[in-house]
């Protein structure tokens, strides 16, 4: 099992910055791909970023894409999401994902991913 913790959410007011960070702990040597998610109110969970822990690209949605970056040199152990000039529509919650390696679809896809953690709220005002 692996468990993941997320933190650094908050309110911010447009045009801010935050940094997420999410800890992983249990059998992490079994995973391959670390994710980022979001879930705003009444809306689907949708994909934000997400590397490979062995190296590769890094993925983004289009909407984060220059605002958001997942950087490769983080603690042991330890996601983080450097969010940048955030917008109004970037309110949601934030989970942190991680796969196992088993399932076959894409670092996009929400049914890729084992692993969730509790989520963290990042609120943006106008």
């Known amino acids: 099992q692996v468990q993941l913790v997320e933190s650094g959410g908050g309110l911010v007011q447009a045009g801010g910055s935050l940094r997420l960070s999410c800890a992983a702990s249990g059998r992490i040597f079994n995973t391959y791909y670390m994710a980022w998610f979001r879930q705003a109110p009444g809306k689907e969970r949708e994909f934000v970023a997400a590397?490979?822990?062995?190296?590769?690209?890094?993925y983004y949605s289009d909407s984060v894409k220059g605002r958001f970056t997942i950087p490769r040199d983080n603690a042991p152990n330890t996601l983080y999401l450097h969010m940048n000039s955030l917008k109004p529509e970037d309110t949601a919650v934030y989970y942190c994902a991680a796969d196992a390696g088993g399932r076959i679809y894409s670092v996009y896809d929400v049914r890729r991913y084992d692993y969730w953690g509790q989520g963290t709220q990042v609120s943006v005002s106008s």
């Open positions: 590397l490979r822990w062995s190296g590769g690209p890094t």
